[in-house]
């Protein structure tokens, strides 16, 4: 295992999943990926988890996402957790679950954090852009269950960003303004941002969401 950090290349791995093999970098192709892991399969906080991705199929989907779920426990029991699952959460899973018996995975990616649990993963979180970078890293403890919308805002400051010259300030959402990046010099402000600009400090100058209509 070696420590993963933003803009390393996400450990590419072949996986058994309930989908079949999978192999992360062909499976992502040209698509942005959300890998996260489970401490375990028939257990509360995650059975809550997984239905509340599935619901969310249309937002990843929007943009360009498909997500990949990982828990260290076999094929068959995922299956059958699965079923509890659309039937506890009214929905059905419509991503693949790794099963990750051998911590394979788990272990490439630091999953398992010995001091808090030396069997189960954490709740871990890698976003991976289309060039296969990490772009985002985000662990919870077992017991708190992850918050998804949070999880799309970020996706949607990564995107964002990834294409204009902007960043994203405190509890930003799409449609907010946005920050013009530090590198950009005022004098070029007009020609890269049409919509205008606010200079409130010259180190902190916001600008119209660009792609927003
Ligand atoms: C859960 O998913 O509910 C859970 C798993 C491990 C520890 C605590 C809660």
């Known amino acids: 295992m070696s420590t ?21 970098h062909e499976w992502l192709g040209d698509s942005w990926g959300i890998l996260f892991s489970h401490p375990a399969d028939y257990t509360p906080v995650c059975t809550t988890e997984l239905g509340t991705v599935a619901k969310y199929k249309d937002e990843f989907d929007k943009r360009n996402v498909k997500v990949v779920a990982l828990s260290v426990d076999g094929l068959d029991s995922h299956k059958g957790w699965v079923l509890d699952i659309n039937e506890t959460q009214n929905t059905t899973v419509n991503f693949p679950i790794i099963a990750d018996e051998d911590h394979k995975v788990s272990e490439l ?3 398992i954090h010995p001091n808090a649990n030396n069997k189960l993963t954490v709740r871990s979180v890698f976003v991976v852009d289309p060039d ?73 100058r916001m600008t119209p969401q660009p792609d927003s209509k």
């Open 4 to 24: 993963i950090r933003l803009g390393d290349e996400a450990p590419n791995f072949t996986a058994k999943s309930t989908e079949g093999e999978i192999n992360f």
């Open 109 to 111: 990616y630091d999953m």
């Open 132 to 204: 296969k970078k990490v772009k985002l890293i985000i662990t919870y403890p077992a017991s708190t269950g992850r918050n998804f919308d949070e999880l799309l805002r970020v996706i949607d400051s990564l995107q964002l960003t990834a294409y204009h010259k902007v960043a994203t300030p405190a509890n930003w959402k799409s449609g907010d303004d946005c920050v013009v990046s530090p590198s950009i010099e005022s004098k070029d402000i007009p020609d890269i941002f049409p919509k205008g600009y606010t200079e409130i400090k010259p180190y902190l």
